[in-house]
């Protein structure tokens, strides 16, 4: 097995890369580290997650430029939002993968108006600010890609937990699900798991392919067999 480039210089690097590039191109906004980059409990597999706080005025300008200004820094492959938050007037949450970068490395990025920084219930439970543009098969690649990193990780348990609520999520029915995690589980094998939930992905959204494609390259990386 062998380990993509995943120097955590070259992470924190992007990550600060990222925060100036979103506060020069909308002044009087700040983003801040988060998560276990900011607490320094990360390890080499661990996502990039940011918290940029613009002025309320501004919200909506912001969330309308925020892909091409990330695009400045690397190439954009794909931006999804939290459909929890994806019709909210004062946050979003938006997952955004690179296209030259690690498939760990993807940056959870929350956006808040200044007036709610800082309440992580804020329109949690507010049905208006639900939306519905929600792709489940790449929902579940990105159980996949968890997936990879609970088995590096050394934690099986979740791994397994992971594998069958991604399959699940693409139609699979509930007993094959268990038994794909269980047999993950008891082999210490994942790679097929994965796999199987890349093929799945695909077959529920055939759009996701490219994305699935570079899952599948991944588990034969660093799984075993």
Known sequence: MSLPDLDPARRYALARQLMNTLEAEFPHSVAELRGSLASGAADPYSDIDLAWTVPDADFDACLAGVEACLGRVRDVASLRSDPDLQRSRKRRLLFVAFRDLPLFWRLDLEISARSVAGDPAYDRDNPAARGD?????????????????????????????????????????????????????????????????????????????????????????????
């Open 133 to 225: 543009d929600w792709s489940a098969a790449a929902s579940a690649l990105a159980n996949a890609v968890a997936v990879v990193k609970a088995v590096l990780r050394q934690r099986p348990d979740v791994a397994a937990g992971l594998l069958e609520r991604g399959l699940r999520r693409v139609g699979v029915a509930g007993d094959a699900a268990v038994a794909a995690a269980e047999a993950g589980t008891v082999s210490g094998r994942w790679q097929a798991g994965v796999v199987r939930l890349a093929d799945a992905a695909v077959r529920h959204e055939p759009a996701q392919r490219p994305l699935a494609d570079r899952v599948r390259r991944l588990a034969a990386e660093l799984l075993e067999p």
